[in-house]
């Protein structure tokens, strides 16, 4: 029961200092999307046939040239995942700025103007919750080739409606407040009022949904690739090392096993950061979960 109580603790003081959380995104993510020559030690598209399956490095007959071992083609793991880190962090965020700018302006919108547009926006809504994103990503793979054009359009889909439902809830309390109501007395147009005095009332909430969808995105991304209709092969895509190594999750169990754990710690370190976030930003969240 100690035990159990003193891990509980240390969860909750993890969740409320995101440091490490924090300092694992940066050194799994944003670094290696900056300086990728400065941390891997190989090219991740050129391999040799004598390293081929080479063990990582504390295995026998493995060596600290390759730590995380090589693939099929003799490819080094760990540079293959450090260049992989760049794809991560730019289908995020360009996937984030247009899934947030969409879902967030029919929101308002919707919140709004209600009636029709509310009806319209809504239904939409309903539709994308309905449709799985994986298959989702299998339909458009038929009418796209793999690239990271397709990758970010999925997401996009998939993650708007989110930041709609949201968005919509807050805008209609919002268009309520006296203040709404004064300006609209003052003659104020309807786009002014959205962009002035709606927005910046939402943008605590868009913010933290944005850092909480990321850790979705990732594993989207990640999913797409495995299953051969995200980013192309043969670039270094987490979701591709994985894909690579599932035939030899036996015999070659690390292929797929370090880039699983780069997925597993970045969307942890991205959830617990969100969470740290969402509760500084909304008083009325700090003690959800505490």
Same mark, same amino acid.
Do not use: C
């Given at each position: 029961?100690?035990?159990?109580?003193?891990?509980?603790?240390?969860?909750?003081?993890?969740?409320?200092?995101?440091?490490?959380?924090?300092?694992?995104?940066?050194?799994?993510?944003?670094?290696?999307?900056?300086?990728?020559?400065?941390?891997?030690?190989?090219?991740?598209?050129?391999? !040799?046939?004598?390293?081929?399956?080479?063990?990582?490095a504390w295995l026998e007959g493995g060596s600290w040239t390759?730590?995380?071992?090589?693939?099929?083609?003799?490819?080094?793991?760990?540079?293959?995942?450090?260049?992989?880190?760049?794809?991560?962090?730019?289908?995020?965020?360009?996937?984030?700025?247009?899934?947030?700018?969409?879902?967030?302006?029919?929101?308002?919108?919707?919140?709004?103007?209600?009636?029709?547009?509310?009806?319209?926006?809504?239904?939409?809504?309903?539709?994308?919750?309905?449709?799985?994103?994986?298959?989702?990503?299998?339909?458009?793979?038929?009418?796209?080739?793999?690239?990271?054009?397709?990758?970010?359009?999925?997401?996009?889909?998939?993650?708007? !409606?989110?930041?709609?439902?949201?968005?919509?809830?807050?805008?209609?309390?919002?268009?309520?407040?006296?203040?709404?109501?004064?300006?609209?007395?003052?003659?104020?147009?309807?786009?002014?009022?959205?962009?002035?005095?709606?927005?910046?009332?939402?943008?605590?909430?868009?913010?933290?949904?944005?850092?909480?969808?990321?850790?979705?995105?990732?594993?989207?991304e990640s999913t797409l690739s495995f299953l051969g209709i995200?980013?192309?092969?043969?670039?270094?895509?987490?979701?591709?090392?994985?894909?690579?190594?599932?035939?030899?999750?036996?015999?070659?169990?690390?292929?797929?096993?370090?880039?699983?754990?780069?997925?597993?710690?970045?969307?942890?370190?991205?959830?617990?950061?969100?969470?740290?976030?969402?509760?500084?930003?909304?008083?009325?969240?700090?003690?959800?979960?505490?």
């Amino acid at each position: 029961m100690q035990m159990n109580n003193a891990m509980a603790s240390s969860i909750r003081n993890f969740r409320k200092f995101p440091v490490v959380s924090v300092s694992i995104l940066l050194l799994v993510v944003v670094i290696p999307t900056f300086f990728p020559g400065l941390i891997a030690p190989h090219d991740p598209f050129e391999g !040799s046939a004598m390293v081929r399956l080479m063990p990582p490095a504390w295995l026998e007959g493995g060596s600290w040239t390759y730590p995380f071992g090589t693939d099929r083609l003799g490819r080094d793991i760990f540079s293959r995942i450090v260049y992989g880190a760049r794809y991560v962090f730019i289908i995020s965020l360009v996937s984030i700025f247009f899934g947030a700018v969409i879902g967030s302006g029919l929101g308002m919108a919707a919140g709004y103007f209600g009636g029709w547009v509310d009806a319209v926006v809504m239904r939409a809504v309903d539709v994308t919750f309905a449709l799985p994103s994986v298959l989702v990503g299998m339909a458009v793979a038929t009418i796209w080739p793999p690239s990271f054009y397709t990758v970010i359009a999925i997401i996009v889909f998939v993650i708007w !409606s989110f930041f709609a439902r949201q968005v919509r809830a807050e805008t209609l309390s919002l268009r309520e407040r006296d203040f709404i109501h004064r300006a609209k007395v003052a003659g104020i147009g309807d786009f002014r009022i959205i962009m002035t005095h709606i927005l910046p009332n939402v943008t605590n909430t868009i913010v933290v949904m944005a850092t909480l969808q990321i850790g979705v995105i990732i594993i989207l991304e990640s999913t797409l690739s495995f299953l051969g209709i995200g980013i192309p092969r043969p670039l270094p895509a987490w979701g591709l090392i994985v894909a690579d190594g599932r035939a030899l999750v036996i015999t070659a169990w690390w292929i797929s096993f370090f880039p699983g754990v780069a997925i597993l710690f970045v969307v942890l370190s991205v959830n617990l950061f969100g969470d740290w976030l969402r509760n500084r930003l909304d008083p009325k969240l700090r003690n959800v979960g505490g």
